[in-house]
């Protein structure tokens, strides 16, 4: 349940309730999810967006879209679970044929030490012998000694759902603006800021942490579910995705170039072949990296300044966190529900 209060006359913010119109900037994960639920309460919603309808330009598109809050429960803190396992309500409500097949984390025998530690700091797995791991991913068969099976986890492909979310949300009656930049403070009515890093303006606590990828394709190799291998630095991962390509993610660097480094595309590609040596023999396909909006303690909110909200700071969790985040801003909007630990009122 949400740790939540009301906003009461006089002692805190009161909500912007009515029918005024709303305009949502960004149609990233984040801003997507926050025009679609506000469309279908029946608002009048704009969604604005600097980009063109393919979102090269945003960082959901570089994404792994791992709805993964167990896993992620070794580096972060509770407030991400407690969203994204409400996220995964909203994913299975509103797209269910949303992919929830688990997810696997895997260890070679020299970083067994670390799959205890992740093992540990973790819940919602089982563990597989050689076995039942060979049973659930056949092309794993003699890879690993054992493995850790999250079985409620999902994971959705940036570049299909994105898309479908856009769509979703003109069918429920919003307008979608393409090629369309919007700066907060130049609109009237509720204003929904969701744009990302570029949010800098406003938020001037925001950072960009590069996150790298390498996309390949291979027929040798067949997955059902994101594989988590532990590593030293980066939990690196291989997704699979549709026509026989895989991604392969993802380094997290204090970085904001966007390129891709030889020493992360070498850890990239050496973590896939860990995973299956067929994987040598697999086309790359493409090398890219998107910058995750992050605030300095790396978890989101809500920031409320009267009719101008700002969603941000998402972080490695988009995907993972955005319903949720929707719902809470709905939740303020039309009822005044206030949720502590991610709203912040100016
Ligand atoms: C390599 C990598 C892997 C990741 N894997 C996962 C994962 O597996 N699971 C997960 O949950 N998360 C993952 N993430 C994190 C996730 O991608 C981010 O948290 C999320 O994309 C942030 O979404 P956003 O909507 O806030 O920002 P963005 O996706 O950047 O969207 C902001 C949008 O605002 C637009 N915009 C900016 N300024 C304006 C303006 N003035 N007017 C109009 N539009 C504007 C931009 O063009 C952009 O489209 C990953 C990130 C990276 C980089």
Same mark, same amino acid.
């Given at each position: 349940?949400?740790?939540?209060?009301?906003?009461?006359?006089?002692?805190?913010?009161?909500?912007?309730?009515?029918? =005024?119109?709303?305009?949502?900037?960004?149609?990233?994960?984040? *801003?997507?999810?926050?025009?679609?639920?506000?469309?279908?309460?029946?608002?009048?919603?704009?969604?604005?967006?600097?980009? *063109?309808?393919?979102?090269?330009? =945003?960082?959901?598109?570089?994404? *792994?879209?791992?709805?993964?809050?167990?896993?992620?429960?070794?580096?972060?803190?509770?407030?991400?679970?407690?969203?994204?396992?409400?996220?995964?309500?909203?994913?299975?409500?509103? #797209?269910?044929?949303?992919? #929830? @097949?688990?997810?696997?984390?895997?260890?070679?025998?020299?970083?067994?030490?670390?799959? !205890?530690?992740?093992?540990?700091?973790?819940?919602?797995?089982?563990?597989?012998?050689?076995?039942?791991? =060979?049973?659930?991913?056949?092309?794993?068969?003699?890879?690993?000694?054992?493995?850790?099976?999250?079985?409620?986890?999902?994971?959705?492909?940036?570049?299909?759902?994105?898309?479908?979310?856009?769509?979703? #949300?003109?069918?429920?009656?919003?307008?979608?603006?393409?090629?369309?930049?919007?700066?907060?403070?130049?609109?009237?009515?509720?204003?929904?800021?969701?744009?990302?890093? &570029?949010?800098?303006?406003?938020?001037?606590?925001?950072? *960009?942490?590069?996150?790298?990828?390498?996309?390949?394709?291979?027929?040798?190799?067949?997955?059902?579910?994101?594989?988590?291998?532990?590593?030293?630095?980066?939990?690196?991962?291989?997704?699979?995705?549709?026509?026989?390509?895989?991604?392969?993610?993802?380094?997290?660097? !204090?970085?904001?170039? @966007?390129?891709?480094?030889?020493?992360?595309?070498?850890?990239?590609?050496?973590?896939?072949?860990?995973?299956?040596?067929?994987?040598?023999?697999?086309?790359?396909?493409?090398?890219?990296?998107?910058?995750?909006?992050? #605030?300095?303690?790396?978890?989101?909110?809500?920031?409320?300044?009267?009719?101008?909200?700002?969603? @941000?700071?998402?972080?490695?969790?988009?995907?993972?966190?955005?319903? &949720?985040?929707?719902?809470?801003?709905?939740?303020?909007?039309?009822?005044?529900?206030?949720?502590?630990?991610?709203?912040?009122? &100016?």
């Amino acid at each position: 349940m949400y740790q939540s209060s009301y906003a009461q006359r006089g002692q805190g913010p009161v909500a912007p309730r009515g029918e =005024s119109s709303v305009s949502v900037i960004g149609a990233g994960i984040a *801003g997507a999810w926050q025009a679609l639920l506000f469309a279908q309460a029946g608002r009048a919603v704009t969604l604005h967006e600097r980009s *063109g309808a393919t979102m090269t330009e =945003s960082t959901s598109y570089w994404a *792994g879209g791992m709805l993964a809050p167990w896993c992620e429960a070794e580096t972060s803190e509770p407030v991400i679970s407690r969203l994204g396992i409400r996220s995964l309500d909203l994913w299975r409500e509103h #797209f269910p044929h949303t992919s #929830f @097949n688990g997810s696997l984390v895997v260890a070679h025998p020299r970083d067994r030490a670390d799959f !205890e530690r992740f093992a540990r700091l973790t819940t919602g797995h089982r563990r597989l012998d050689a076995r039942a791991l =060979s049973e659930l991913e056949p092309s794993l068969d003699g890879r690993f000694r054992d493995g850790l099976f999250y079985a409620d986890e999902g994971h959705v492909e940036p570049r299909r759902v994105l898309p479908d979310l856009h769509e979703r #949300f003109a069918a429920a009656g919003g307008t979608i603006k393409f090629n369309s930049e919007a700066t907060p403070d130049d609109i009237d009515g509720i204003v929904i800021d969701c744009r990302g890093l &570029a949010a800098r303006d406003t938020q001037p606590g925001l950072r *960009g942490v590069k996150g790298e990828i390498i996309l390949i394709e291979t027929d040798e190799v067949e997955l059902s579910r994101p594989v988590r291998l532990i590593h030293p630095r980066w939990p690196l991962y291989v997704i699979p995705r549709g026509g026989n390509r895989f991604m392969l993610g993802a380094t997290s660097i !204090e970085s904001e170039d @966007n390129g891709v480094s030889v020493r992360s595309a070498l850890e990239l590609l050496g973590a896939a072949y860990a995973v299956h040596p067929a994987f040598a023999e697999a086309r790359i396909v493409e090398f890219g990296s998107g910058l995750r909006p992050a #605030f300095p303690d790396n978890l989101p909110r809500i920031a409320i300044d009267n009719q101008k909200i700002a969603v @941000n700071g998402l972080y490695r969790h988009g995907f993972l966190l955005a319903p &949720a985040l929707a719902e809470l801003t709905l939740g303020y909007v039309q009822r005044g529900v206030i949720d502590n630990e991610v709203m912040q009122c &100016a």
